[in-house]
């Protein structure tokens, strides 16, 4: 009869999973932040827990007659799947070099409300490494470029993630989340506003004050003949909150002839320091909450 040796219970069978814990999370530490303070690339990141993967496989066969160091190893090959796993999809952002903010024109969205949506387009850059080839690039495409930003590995890392928070249904895009508080303010379907939440080509949530804006105009509660170029987040109790790209809605304000912007109050100081590089005329009003807006819009509209 031969030998069987005794099964591991299930104590022993944790300190294996403890080990391999110990072997793995300190060498998936340092090589994340590794490549989140941009010191390698994501394809040597994962190369190197791939890599690691492969070398598991010796101990696994050095050790296969020995079942503790055996289990170790296969639960050390496990975690390494599972965080390599996780970390794949960083390999589709590593082509994205720099996102563009370039010109977008304004949209009036209610026909003669005097309302414009400032928005701003984003346009992704891949393969390019210089800042000036893009530069040039723009230029002779004849497209106005207001800002450029490099894209680190800490945008890649945080748009993997956030990417998968919403695969698995924990979160929402901000366009999204900004057409519920719009609606949640309105209280009521809006048509136009409704076929403009519907698009599937925008992102953000600046749009949020102006659609709010333009819902009272299309109400009848407020009445406006003055080009206002519009921009800020709302939620459902009317706030405003704090929006990018304010260089670029300065600039399409200005060249579009409003004489009037209206930015969230978080903004002010951004808006004023443009308008003095940028030596811009349009006037700046800054607000807190969508009834400041209403209440300026009345007395511009009266004088």
Not at 265 to 292: C, G, S, T
Request: glycine fraction near 8%; proline fraction near 3%.
């Amino acid at each position: 009869m031969k030998n069987q040796t005794n099964p591991l219970n299930r104590s022993t069978k944790l300190l294996a999973f403890v080990y391999s814990i110990f072997i793995v999370v300190p060498i998936y530490f340092l090589l994340g932040n590794a490549y989140y303070l941009d010191y390698i690339s994501g394809f040597i990141f994962l190369g190197a827990l791939i890599g690691l993967m492969v070398l598991i496989a010796i101990p696994l066969i050095i050790f296969r007659k020995d079942k503790f160091k055996s289990l170790t190893a296969i639960l050390t090959f496990v975690l390494l799947s599972l965080f390599c796993g996780y970390e794949i999809r960083l390999l589709g952002y590593e082509s994205n070099t720099f996102i563009a903010e370039v010109y977008r024109e304004p949209e009036e969205i209610i026909q003669n409300s005097g309302i414009y949506i400032l928005s701003i387009g984003l346009n992704d850059i891949y393969y390019m490494e210089e800042e000036e080839m893009v530069r040039d690039m723009y230029e002779k495409e004849g497209i106005q470029i207001f800002d450029l930003y490099k894209i680190k590995n800490r945008n890649r890392y945080n748009g993997k993630t956030n990417e998968i928070i919403r695969f698995l249904g924990f979160g929402k895009e901000q366009f999204h989340v900004m057409g519920e508080n719009v609606r949640g303010f309105i209280g009521e379907d809006t048509s136009v506003i409704n076929e403009f939440l519907n698009r599937e080509n925008l992102v953000g949530d600046s749009a949020g004050l102006a659609l709010g804006l333009s819902s009272m105009v299309h109400q009848g509660s407020l009445h406006n003949q003055i080009p206002i170029g519009v921009t800020g987040t709302l939620e459902p109790n009317g706030r405003v909150d704090q929006v990018g790209g304010i260089t670029g809605k300065m600039i399409i304000s200005e060249q579009n002839g409003f004489p009037y912007i209206i930015v969230p109050d978080a903004n002010k100081v951004e808006a004023e320091a443009v308008k003095k590089r940028e030596n811009l005329a349009i006037e700046i009003i800054p607000v807190r909450h969508i009834d400041e807006a209403v209440m300026v819009m009345k007395e511009l509209n009266t004088q």
